[in-house]
């Protein structure tokens, strides 16, 4: 499934150094963890949803409505303006999704669990390239923190880990290949 290899085949595997904190990502908790990202991965995919659905609903039903009143050049502006401002709102809604899901992958648990997601717009993967999720090595919460699914045993759970691209820097390990994204710090915090 996956080309490049894994936090365990490259030289810079994760280890705890003489700093506070360790260099990788933070141990999957034992028992599951209080959901305390805000708003949780779940709730922000519901978001996106909704976006999408007010999206379209506003450009088949709303517009037209509100160009009846205006003549051709204007419906046409106000058309584009609506068009553009939802297209930004919902670039915004799935990349709030993609930072509270990497931000609760973290602590050690997910309230969502996508198969395939590219959510970042820079220091991601290059455009067109979808990456492949596998986040059962991580606590299945809901929203309320009701569990859904215990951890997987998994050598490399996802997390932050050495890139293999520059092992100064950390990348996002989605559990079965490298993200491409890519943080500037070191502490193992989210870099976005």
Not at 79 to 93: E, K, N, R, T
Request: with cysteine; aromatic share 6%; net charge positive.
């Amino acid at each position: 499934m996956t080309t490049t290899p894994g936090p365990s085949s490259t030289p810079s595997a994760p280890r705890i150094t003489s700093s506070p904190r360790p260099s990788g990502p933070p141990p999957v908790p034992t028992a599951p963890p209080a959901v305390t990202v805000r708003p949780a991965s779940a709730t922000a995919l519901r978001h996106v949803g909704l976006g999408v659905v007010a999206f379209f609903a506003l450009g088949i039903l709303g517009l037209p409505a509100a160009a009846r009143g205006l003549d051709r050049a204007a419906g046409t502006a106000v058309g584009m303006a609506a068009m553009v401002l939802g297209a930004v709102v919902l670039a915004l809604l799935v990349r709030r999704y993609g930072r509270s899901l990497v931000a609760e992958i973290e602590l050690g648990y997910t309230t969502s669990r996508p198969r395939t997601a590219s959510w970042w717009l820079h220091n991601g993967p290059k455009r067109g390239r979808s990456v492949v999720w596998d986040l059962s090595g991580l606590w299945f919460l809901r929203p309320s923190g009701e569990v859904r699914a215990a951890p997987q045993p998994t050598p490399h759970p996802p997390g932050w880990y050495a890139s293999p691209r520059d092992p100064a820097r950390l990348e996002l390990w989605t559990g079965c290949q490298w993200s491409g994204l890519l943080g500037a710090r070191t502490d193992g915090l989210l870099p976005l």
